[in-house]
C-alpha cells in the first residue's frame, strides 16, 4: 500500500514539474511576451519540450544497462505520455492557431516542407505507442510484442531530431545537442546487449578450455 502511495506521488510531481514549461507558456502568452510571432514561438517552445521529454523517456533503459539502476523505469511511461501531450500540443497549435484547420494548406505544407513531413511522421510513431501504454494494452498484446512496437519510440525520436534540424536555419546547437544525446542514448542501448552477449560468450569459451 505504502509503495504504490509513493508511486503515485512520484508520478504527480512528475507531471507537475513537467507541467511548468507549459504553465510559463501560457503566462507569457498571456503577458505578450512571445515577440512578433506568437505562433512560431509557441511552436518552438512545445517542440522543443516534446523531444525534450521524449529522449527523457529514453533514459531510464540505458540507465539500467549500464548501471543497474532500476528506480527511474516505472517513471518512464509517465515521461512518454507528457511527451505524446506536448507533442498533441504543437501538432494542435499548428493545425488550428497557425493554419486555421485550413485542410488544403496542411496537406500542402506537409507534402512540400520537408520539416513538416517528417514531423507528421514522428507523430503518427508515437500515436499507437501512446494507446498501447496501459497494462491492459500489455496483456492484451503480450510483452514481447508490445516491446517490439515500442521500440518504435526510437525512430519517432529520431524522427523528432530531423525535425528539428530541418526547421532550424540558422543556428544549429540547440538540434545539435538534442542529435548529440540521442546518440549517445542509442549507442548505450546497444552497448548493453553487446557487452551482456560478450561477457556470455566468455565464460562459455572459459568453460570449454577447461
Given at each position: 500500500m505504502a509503495g504504490g502511495r509513493a508511486r503515485r506521488l512520484?508520478?504527480?510531481?512528475?507531471i507537475a514539474a513537467c507541467s511548468i514549461p507549459l504553465v510559463l507558456l501560457v503566462a507569457a502568452a498571456l503577458g505578450g511576451r512571445l515577440g512578433a510571432n506568437p505562433i512560431e514561438a509557441?511552436?518552438?517552445?512545445?517542440?522543443?519540450?516534446?523531444?525534450?521529454f521524449l529522449l527523457l523517456a529514453l533514459l531510464p533503459t540505458p540507465l539500467r544497462l549500464l548501471f543497474g539502476w532500476t528506480w527511474p523505469?516505472?517513471?518512464?511511461?509517465?515521461?512518454?505520455?507528457?511527451?505524446f501531450s506536448y507533442a498533441c500540443l504543437h501538432l494542435t497549435t499548428y493545425v488550428g492557431i497557425d493554419q486555421f484547420f485550413d485542410l488544403h494548406a496542411i496537406v500542402a505544407d506537409v507534402v512540400k516542407r520537408k520539416f513538416i513531413t517528417i514531423g507528421m511522421l514522428g507523430f503518427a510513431?508515437?500515436?499507437?505507442?501512446?494507446?498501447?501504454?496501459?497494462d491492459r494494452a500489455v496483456?492484451?498484446?503480450?510483452y514481447v510484442r508490445w516491446k517490439r512496437l515500442h521500440r518504435l519510440v526510437?525512430?519517432?525520436a529520431l524522427c523528432g531530431v530531423v525535425h528539428f534540424v530541418w526547421r532550424v536555419k540558422a543556428d544549429l546547437r540547440e538540434?545539435?545537442?538534442f542529435a548529440g544525446?540521442?546518440?549517445l542514448l542509442l549507442a548505450a542501448r546497444l552497448a548493453g546487449p553487446l557487452a551482456r552477449s560478450a561477457a556470455k560468450g566468455l565464460v562459455r569459451a572459459r568453460s570449454r578450455s577447461r
Open positions: 512520484s508520478r504527480f510531481a512528475l509557441a511552436l518552438n517552445r512545445l517542440g522543443y519540450w516534446t523531444l525534450f523505469a516505472p517513471l518512464r511511461r509517465t515521461l512518454g505520455l507528457v511527451a510513431l508515437l500515436v499507437p505507442l501512446a494507446l498501447t501504454s496501459t496483456r492484451r498484446l503480450g526510437y525512430l519517432a538540434p545539435l545537442v544525446v540521442l546518440t
